[in-house]
């Protein structure tokens, strides 16, 4: 019954904005970094950003810097990406994934392994 959906993408013209959800079900956000990953066509799949628990720890992808905030509420276990000026190199289908925060490593470099992961949704930047 765990389970993390992602809403909010679609197709967006190049300079737009879009902001992306992660509802969680079934497991306690609290105890988890959240991060977004994206895996475009024919690439590898990549972490975007990730938040730890309590918002300690703040990351982002250096090509998405300056572009992308992430944010959580963990109260309602959701998790919102919101990107402006997209690029169509931000295509890709965007996940999101939960990692429990327990042991050094994780919480000392959190979303470097994660336990849950969504289905995606599809961001196409393109005019």
């Known amino acids: 019954q765990v389970q993390l959906v992602e809403s909010g993408g679609g197709l967006v013209l190049p300079g737009g904005s879009l902001s992306l959800s992660c509802a969680a079900s079934?497991?306690?956000?609290?105890?988890?970094?959240i991060g977004w990953f994206r895996q475009a066509p024919g690439k590898e799949r990549e972490q975007v950003s990730c938040?730890?628990?309590?918002?300690?720890?703040?990351s982002y992808a250096d090509s998405v810097k300056g572009r992308f905030t992430i944010s959580r509420d963990n109260v309602e276990n959701t998790v919102v990406l919101q990107m402006k000026d997209l690029r169509p190199e931000d295509t890709a289908v965007y996940y999101c994934?939960?990692?429990?925060?327990?042991?050094?490593?994780?919480?000392?470099?959190?979303?470097?392994?994660?336990?849950?992961w969504g289905e995606g949704t599809l961001v196409t930047v393109s005019s």
């Open positions: 994934a939960a990692g429990l925060a327990q042991g050094f490593l994780r919480v000392w470099m959190p979303c470097r392994s994660m336990d849950y």
């Open positions: 079934g497991f306690d956000t609290n105890f988890y970094a």
């Open positions: 938040i730890s628990v309590s918002n300690g720890r703040i």
